[in-house]
């Protein structure tokens, strides 16, 4: 089973920053990757698959990159709906997709 | 506009048995992947298994096999997640997801809202 890992578990940010946060697999995923936002009470809601490809209608604000074992997301200016708990997801290893522990993205 | 919308919250009894729904609606239900969630408590998300709606081809991750049911009735559009014997440590929110694409190496692009789950006697 690949394990997903992610840094940092907690990130501190204030509006208007940007935000980095980091998602490492144990083995290569090669692009298939996908990042997840998740508001309290809601359910999680796809963000970035392929890696670094935008899902529908979210904002621009919102990019990821990376292949193989090491992926980032980046936000590059925090607006208040996008303190969040954040989590990646490879769905290269079928039909096992495991997610990282998550990040959560708090006002500072 | 697709959707996936789940039954709702359950109250069970250690032991006692539980089917749970997810009925898609807007697109073809037959034709792509459905995946189930959990979350338990504060805690985050883990991939329980999929099913294929168009032949019931079903998969399970090693963790969930032999503890769940997953199965789909595409007359109806509705996929399930059922046990025969619940114990406290399945109490969690349950998710439904879509995959993205009809290939199954899919990211899960709807979701429905959750069926929370609580098993205490």
């Known amino acids: 089973e690949i394990v997903m890992t992610q840094s940092p578990a907690t990130l501190s940010v204030s509006p208007g920053e940007r935000a980095t946060l980091s998602c490492r697999a144990s083995?290569?995923?090669?692009?298939?990757l996908a990042w997840y936002q998740q508001k309290p009470g809601q359910a999680p809601r796809l963000l970035i698959y392929g890696a670094s490809t935008r899902a529908t209608g979210i904002p621009a604000r919102f990019s990821g990159s990376g292949s193989g074992t090491e992926f980032t997301l980046t936000i590059s200016s925090l607006q208040s709906e996008d303190f969040a708990v954040y989590y990646c997801?490879?769905?290269?290893?079928?039909?096992?997709?495991?997610f990282g522990p998550g990040t959560k993205v708090d006002i500072k | 506009e697709v959707q996936l919308v789940q039954s709702g919250a359950e109250v069970k009894k250690p032991g006692e048995s539980l089917k749970i729904s997810c009925k898609g609606s807007g697109y073809s239900f037959t034709s792509y992947w459905i995946g189930w969630v959990r979350q338990m408590p504060g805690k985050g998300l883990e991939w329980m298994g999929i099913?294929?709606?168009?032949?019931?081809?079903?998969r399970y991750s090693p963790s969930f096999q032999g503890q769940v049911t997953i199965s789909a009735d595409k007359s109806i559009s509705t996929a399930y997640l059922q046990w025969s014997s619940l114990k406290a440590s399945d109490t969690a929110m349950y998710y439904c997801?879509?995959?993205?694409?009809?290939?199954?190496?899919?990211?899960?692009?709807?979701w429905g809202q959750g069926t929370l789950v609580t098993v205490s006697s």
């Open positions: 083995q290569s995923v090669s692009s298939n």
């Open positions: 099913i294929y709606p168009g032949d019931s081809d079903t």
């Open positions: 997801q490879q769905y290269n290893n079928w039909p096992i997709f495991t």
């Open positions: 997801a879509r995959l993205q694409g009809i290939v199954a190496t899919s990211p899960g692009d709807y």
